[in-house]
């Protein structure tokens, strides 16, 4: 492409509506242009960059074995309405009318649509094991659209639907996937973790969702420095504690703790650390209230509190719901004898004669005991993990960052199929529901997750793959004939070699060029100036780490698509 004529209509100034970094430069670079809230163009070269994630998901699927094909967008609603999702979906779902009053909704995710074809077209075992995917716009009303490309209402996701015969044929499917997935990111250049979705309890887990190690990532992930374990924070499971202290159990006493309320003041006061004193923390359980027992360290992880009761939503009480639930001023509440339900975490009842509040303003309890003391309705993992705990599967250290969901493997067992009523008939005739898993790639998201990952103060730092042009040809003597012929040489073998390279021949002064090239992102600039005329060299620089390199043109043809094409094999 000649820089003269592309639309990259680049800006010097940041955008004032733009929070993240990808979004930022995203707009800056002239890649996206906003419609409304949540709802982009994709501009020329920000569609390149989507393209180029495209073809490396669309490789990879089909390496896999699985095969393309492209589903409606609109859909009707009575066959959400089969799956039970019409009522369920919430208002993600974004549902209108046709003008014969039909019902529809735009496609947030193709499960109905997709087990509709199943079941008309799928008959027999031999038709098994299958694997059909599309890359698609998807619609969902999110609630919060925000960060550009990130979190859209309108954006691409390449989805894919597996049918096998029986839940052991589903878990290989589900390996492949997870194969290819592992390849697709890799491959797209990005650092990533494959994190288990749920607990993971029986025989691995069937579900897990690939993130992007990013600083501006909406979810908190952690992992292990020595091995491959990733786990969202919220759902990392801390191993119980094994021996319990052998330490006796000393009698009960109350002490006075005069206006301490807080867990550093009363340990101040009285000499002690933290982790001997147990923090009493009262939630209220779809609207009940309900006393949640911590080391005086650690914090509660509400959704394991969440899901431990089986509730919808867990709330912290306020001072005056902790007072009119218990009598207790916040502060001193303590475990013995209190009114409301206790749950406590298994650290606790490790513990021995250990701090709690006194149930009484200006006092505490010291040498308390689970089980002598008290009786927790549940001892269960309830606190957030940290980084000073080992990790659960090889006991190395951990770590906390910020991941970018760009990825999600499920398992789906038979529910669709069961609701939906698709079935096969086995070897011996026998009908049977599918197995079905599903399979999602945030196909616009990675681009926003490459930036976040790949920026400097300067501008987007494009790994290869993902890069809508490769290299940049600076054209810093426009009037010169020696160096546009060099120029113009350049872009045409370049282009013949396969490289995707802009020739900037715009007038303008070689700040504004270096500028945009770095701004854009591209990987490889290459300078035809002044030297040329003296010494028939050219300048290589590579946008990563800066390192500049002086060559003849021929030498530019003899190694740059060499080198491009190492890194986009991968
Ligand atoms: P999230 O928790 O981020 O909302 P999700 O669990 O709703 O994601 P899935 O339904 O599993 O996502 O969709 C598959 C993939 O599509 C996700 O892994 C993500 O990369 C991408 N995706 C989901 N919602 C959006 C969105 N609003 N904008 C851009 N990409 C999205
Ligand atoms: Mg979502």
């Not at 890799?186 to 979705?197: H, S, Y």
Request: net charge negative.
């Amino acid at each position: 492409m000649r820089y003269s004529q592309a639309l990259m209509p680049t800006l010097k100034e940041t955008p004032a509506e733009a929070e993240v970094v990808s979004h930022r430069l995203m707009l800056r670079a002239g890649f996206i242009r906003k419609l409304t809230a949540g709802i982009y163009t994709y501009m020329p070269y920000g569609l390149a960059a989507i393209r180029k994630v495209e073809n490396i998901v669309r490789e990879e699927m089909n390496r896999a074995g699985a095969q393309e094909l492209l589903m409606p967008m609109v859909q009707p609603a009575d066959l959400w309405r089969e799956s039970g999702r019409y009522e369920k979906y919430g208002p993600e779902l974004l549902r209108f009318h046709d003008r014969h009053e039909r019902e529809s909704c735009l496609g947030p995710t193709h499960e109905e649509v997709i087990t509709d074809i199943a079941r008309k077209e799928l008959h027999s075992y031999r038709d098994l094991p299958i694997n059909l995917y599309q890359i698609q716009t998807k619609f969902r009303d999110e609630i919060r659209p925000r960060f550009g490309l990130m979190r859209g209402r309108e954006f691409v996701m390449k989805d894919a639907y597996s049918f096998d015969v029986s839940d052991e044929a589903a878990q290989v499917s589900y390996k492949k996937m997870y194969e290819a997935y592992r390849r697709i990111f890799i491959r797209c250049g990005l650092k990533f973790r494959a994190v288990q979705a749920d607990s993971g309890a029986i025989g691995g887990s069937f579900s897990h969702e690939f993130m992007v190690l990013a600083a501006t990532g909406e979810d908190t992930i952690v992992i292990c420095t020595a091995c491959e374990y990733a786990a969202n924070v919220e759902k990392a499971a801390i191993k119980p504690v094994e021996n319990r202290s052998d330490e006796l159990e000393k009698d009960l006493e109350k002490v006075e703790t005069p206006g301490k309320r807080k867990v550093t003041a009363v340990c101040e006061f009285l000499g002690i650390e933290p982790d001997q004193l147990v923090k009493t923390m009262v939630y209220q359980a779809d609207g009940k209230p309900v006393a949640v027992l911590v080391r005086g360290d650690r914090e509660v992880e509400e959704v394991k509190l969440k899901n431990l009761l089986g509730v919808a939503d867990v709330e912290l009480a306020g001072d005056k719901e902790v007072f009119d639930a218990t009598g207790v001023p916040t502060g001193y509440l303590g475990p013995v004898g209190i009114s409301i339900r206790v749950v406590a975490d298994q650290e606790v009842a490790a513990m021995k004669n250990f701090y709690v509040g006194g149930n009484e303003k200006n006092h505490h309890m010291k040498n308390v005991n689970c089980g002598r003391d008290f009786q927790p309705e549940h001892i269960a993992d309830l606190r957030q993990i940290t980084v000073s705990d080992p990790c659960p599967d090889c006991g190395g250290t951990l770590e906390l960052t910020e991941g970018i969901e760009v990825g999600h493997i499920f398992k789906l067992g038979t529910g669709y199929s069961e609701s939906m009523n698709a079935m096969f008939s086995d070897k011996d005739g026998v009908e049977k529901h599918l197995v079905m898993g599903c399979y999602g790639v945030g196909v616009s998201r990675i681009v926003a997750a490459a930036i976040e990952q790949n920026h400097d103060e300067n501008g987007i730092i494009f790994p290869v793959p993902l890069a809508p042009f490769t290299v940049i040809l600076l054209n810093l003597g426009l009037q010169d004939k020696e160096i546009t012929d060099a120029a113009e040489m350049l872009y045409r073998e370049l282009q013949d070699a396969g490289v995707d390279v802009l020739l900037d021949d715009r007038d303008e002064r070689p700040g504004f060029k270096f500028k945009d090239a770095d701004l854009l992102g591209v990987p490889f600039r290459v300078t035809i100036g002044k030297n040329f005329v003296k010494n028939g060299l050219v300048e290589v620089r590579q946008r990563r780490d800066g390192v500049t390199e002086e060559m003849s043109p021929s030498d530019v043809l003899a190694s740059l698509p060499a080198k491009i094409a190492a890194e986009l094999k991968n």
